[in-house]
């Protein structure tokens, strides 16, 4: 299987993007198709010496992260985030990944791979880490406006995904909301309510955002606005969090040396919140494997991601998608004819 | 000056909200009518020994707090929350402090006392203790369906209530967005901003949840919803993480002795993010004062809130808030006259 690598994209590209790839490469778990500027990838790749498994497909635009998507797109039609998917979408390899502008890596899968089946909006489906392993939440920020039918969409493809890609028997799926009774939530949130208890999968109700990280729920429903803001408040109480406790573990020798006396068990939970641990996103609901990577990725958490990739496309996952039954603009379901 | 305390309110009620009334009245910043079970109140104070400023007001109806708020308001008429939000509409008290049932709260200040001005939502705003001290945000709850114009509304009482109660000359104003560039957000959030860029007051653009905790705004203005889901999941996170190290620490002796020599520096965090420093948070927009208490408080937070009050009511908030300009429903601004 071929896994095309936006290799100019990301906060630590091309080297760790590179670095990430040749890891991968080298276990075999995929072939690579590194895209990218060929004079830069080969100056990486000659400090690595990789076993192979690995080919350059050059080209010299790059969309920078502060690039409106939009506009880049337009612009650069060679840009390597859209060469990678052009890729995907001509069948030459099996699925994307990137750690660029997410933006335009989600305006490149819509417009070249396009959408999936009936699903009418595409959502990026990010792991949590929770007290009982990662959990999934959906949509991380691709959709800032959702109406109740979306809502219900993410639920059906995060259901799937939970799945066959990470192999849960009957996934949990919840919807977040500002209370846990039925009658709790905004408009939007009580009309997605009412579609999901009738859904087709084990819908377990109202799940607050204080009970998300202790992982009852496997996936975890919500509009991409809210989705977003929470995923980086976390990032941002983790730092602040870090900020407060090393500035107190400063004032005294005594908590100086209990630091680091601590430090084994400061790493074993950082290895638990360790984003590089679960390597990309999925942008659910397009017609290709597009998986979305941190911008600060570094090789770890691009070799986890093409481990992601490769599942997905070994779990037939876009076609699956493409079949979900899914509800129309007027709110009526419609059900797919083909399953 | 007098404050009504819902004294039956809350988890830790009646001993904690008495003891925290107790300790307000003693240190002389108030006068105190305790509304509740006069028998329970009286057995409590009899441990206390009061040095005066306090009095029971009788009544023996309480609203739980999984009582539906509508329902719970309409059966008990003389439930304590009713009771002293009905004391500072008649004037008998110049605010209201409770740890009950936040939807009966909300909806007794709505019902009894009214909406300020031309406030069309009141709004419930929220210390959240940062890297730099404890900055507003609103709304932390009371609308989850909010237009632009509600956001422009909670940005100038978080603004006025910035500046006279918290002290800070020229509050910078921000608004919670998924991204720091004019363009980005929902439809909500862009709509507000054209609004907030045009306002009365220091607005410093778009800020992301990640940043909320450095402290470099003092208002964050968001949707009720939103805000609410940031608080619990930041609630939530520093759980989750407190298990996590804990977990960790207990693998080992070393790592136990080192937490036992780190406790100093624990605490000094403890107490950085402790929102019982902080007291309750004010419902803004309402034709009188209600301050809302977590409901774990205990006599810390009571005894905060009650000088939180005290403070709102010196400052002429309710005066002032009923002055501020407001957006029709048309959206358009609708200047006040009286100023």
Known sequence: MRIAIDAMGGDLAPREIVRGAVAAAGEGKAEIILVGDKARLEEELTLLHPSGNLEIYH???????????????????EASIVVATRLVKEGRAAAVVSAGST??????????????????RPAIATLMPTL????LLLDAGANVDCRPEHLYEFALMGNLYANRVMGIANP???LLNI???ACKGNEQTLGAYSLLKEAPLNFVGNVEARDILFGETDVIVCDGFVGNAILKFGEGLGQALFTMISREVK???RTRIGAALLLPALRGVKKQVDYTEYGGA????VQGISI?????SNARAIKNAIKVAVRCANEGLVTALGDLPVISREGKMRECQSH
Chains 1, 2 share one sequence.
């Open 292 to 296: 979305i990577c941190h911008g600060s």
């Open 103 to 120: 933006g335009a890596q989600m305006a490149a899968a819509l417009l070249i791979l396009g959408r999936s089946g009936k699903i009418q």
């Open 132 to 135: 009982k392993g990662p959990k």
């Open 251 to 253: 004032s005294s020798l």
């Open 172 to 174: 949990r799926v919840g």
């Open 282 to 285: 999925p942008l659910l609901g």
């Open 59 to 77: 080209t010299d635009q790059v969309i920078g992260m502060d690039e409106q998507p939009a506009l880049g797109l337009r612009r650069k039609q």
């Open 179 to 181: 209370g846990t009774e």
